[in-house]
């Protein structure tokens, strides 16, 4: 008998494409991912610690079932990291540990959170969602009545408009991509359209905006463009094919595909319509972005596109030189993603990354792209373009047309450095360096 | 029943809204005129929402050391809570500190916010006049209003804020993020 040798690329085909060893994405395609792996193969059966025959867990029976799954003991540290307020404890956030996580549906457990005020424990039998405003009929709905409705179902991302705030700063972060990065998830959200329940209601002309309120302690409102909601809105009842989790909004929640996470109102309990924003503290003071000029930029609502790498980056180590799959993830508020490219030399060359399928628009979208690393010292970027034309910026371009206090809305090229003993930094670049102040960090908190 | 029938019953029973391919039932119930005023708790830049009451910055003071100085601080500092006034920096400064009296627009966005979310360990528990001291007081800080004000829906309306004009609208407007790299 023979065995089949696996096809291996050719010389040629490993040729790279772009600088510091970045190799063709069609190479994916056409032998997978286990080529070049053959000599990392041979260190992990050393003869002298040859596996049993039977490994240990095969000669007891297995655990009994579960009413509700959880992830292995063994992953317990894939975990979302909680930055709150000390002196309020539902006050702040927890970042996705995108960093570790595959594909693009994020697990309910570890979508992102952001809370003013808390979890509301809210008894889905005693909640309400009000709709009034200028509307024909003022309308007040519970959940068995909404559970009625046709439903739609959506994937797409929601991510805060604070996400990667940390990147304003002078000087670079170093937490886990996911734990500086990851206040932003996606998921399939099912719910009834927004424009259904506000057709019945009867939208008067004057209408533009939908004020939202959540029944949490904060009650938080937020205001929303009519046109938006009406268009892509849901009012989203299950995450993931199940009902929601407290944490993002049980039992009832706006998504506005495409928009800040904070205008996805959680535990929604009143949509009221109107000709202007409410101009809400979550408007004003927050989620508006301080320019050099002292001026702020306000409603800057939509979620800009961005890729982000999530291997290698930081949060990893690379156990040596060899061939690697770099990957990520990229999005945009805007549309599809049209092009992902990748650069192993400091941005001097790219080269166009594989996108997984199905590329959907205003959802992660997965990238890829396989890589020899010859051990050097190399500078990793990515930068995403969507389907409207926009090209994610440069952290330099935001600095000079931002400054470093706007604290929302970052959606810079980030830059990771590979050391050659395989440690990862993240890293600005040369130009980034404007020379003035102390390196402090940002200047507002979450609270 | 007739054809004809049936479809006048079916249309009877259900809304078809514009640009849904899908009937759906019309199940919510009309909203008593109580529950909307009740529930409402939304201020407008115009004063829409604003309720009667009143109170002013030397009761006000007295409130925000009772419910908001522990986050705060004295004089609204800032500690774990947001600085409220007296910045030492302005928005244009290395670091800047934005507070209600250099930043927020609107006033009225003050009495929204301590009414619906204020203080964090019992929010809702302010009476009218207590949020409307506390307005005061706040406004205060920075001289935005003379200390001597009697905050009411009438005297809020007339505060304009030294920031109103700081804020540049990219969702309607076309600065920056609005245009395609």
Known sequence: ?447 | MTRLMMMALVTALTSTPAGSEEPAPALGEPAPAELVQRWDLSVFADGRGLPAGSGDAASGKKIYERHCIACHAAGGAGASGDRLGRAEMGLTDEYPQKTIANFWPYATTLFDFIRRSKPFNNPGSLSNDEVYALTAYLLSLDGVIPEDTVMGRETLLEVIMPNADGFIDVWQGDTMNSEPR
């Open chain 1, 1 to 447: 008998m023979h065995s089949k040798t696996p096809r291996q690329p050719s010389a040629t085909e490993l040729e790279p494409v772009a600088g510091n060893g970045l190799l063709d994405r069609r190479l994916l395609l056409k032998y997978g991912l286990g080529f070049g792996a053959s000599g990392a193969l041979a260190t992990l059966l050393p003869a002298a610690a040859a596996p049993p025959a039977r490994a240990p867990w095969m000669n007891e029976p297995g655990d009994a079932f579960s009413n509700y799954g959880r992830p292995s003991d063994h992953e317990d540290g894939v975990i979302r990291w909680i930055s709150d307020n000390a002196d309020v404890a539902g006050n702040g956030v927890s970042w996705t540990p995108l960093h570790s996580l595959e594909g693009t549906i994020v697990p309910n457990g570890l979508h992102f959170e952001r809370h003013h005020n808390g979890i509301p424990a809210i008894d889905p039998a005693a909640h309400r969602l009000l709709v009034h405003g200028l509307v024909d009929r003022e309308l007040v709905f519970d959940l068995d009545r909404l559970l009625r409705y046709p439903m739609q179902s959506r994937i797409c991302f929601i991510e805060c408009g604070g996400n990667s705030n940390a990147a304003w700063n002078r000087t670079p972060p170093q937490a886990a991509v996911g734990y500086f990065n990851g206040l932003v998830s996606n998921a399939e959200w099912t719910g009834i359209p927004l424009r259904v329940l506000l057709d019945e209601a009867g939208i008067k002309g004057e209408a533009a905006w939908l004020i939202a309120e959540g029944a949490d302690a904060f009650a938080m409102q937020n205001s929303i463009p009519l046109q938006p909601a009406l268009a892509e809105g849901l009012l989203a009842l299950y995450q993931n094919g199940e009902r929601l989790r407290p944490e993002n909004g049980y039992p009832m929640r706006l998504v506005i595909p495409g928009l800040e996470g904070v205008r996805n109102v959680k535990w929604v309990r009143r949509l009221m319509l109107a000709a202007e924003p409410v101009m809400a503290r979550n408007e004003t003071a927050r989620y508006t972005d301080l320019l050099p000029s002292g001026k702020a930029r306000q409603f800057a609502m939509v979620m800009n596109a961005r890729a982000l790498l999530t291997f290698p980056a930081s949060g990893h180590e690379l156990p040596g030189p060899g061939y690697y799959q770099i990957k990520g993830l990229a999005w945009s508020g805007r549309g599809r993603i049209s092009r992902v490219e990748v650069s192993a030399d400091d941005g001097a060359s790219w080269a166009d990354a594989a996108l997984d399928e199905p590329v959907l628009a205003k959802a992660f979208t997965r990238f890829r792209l396989p890589w020899r690393w010859d051990g050097q010292r190399v500078r990793l970027k990515a930068r995403a373009t969507d389907d409207s034309g926009y090209r994610q910026p440069q952290r330099t371009e935001l600095i000079v047309e931002r400054g470093h206090h706007a604290f929302y809305h970052f959606n810079g090229i980030l830059t990771f450095e590979i050391n050659p003993d395989g440690t990862i930094r993240h890293v600005y670049d040369a130009a980034d360096d404007d020379g003035a102040g102390d390196g402090a960090d940002i200047d507002a908190g979450w609270f």
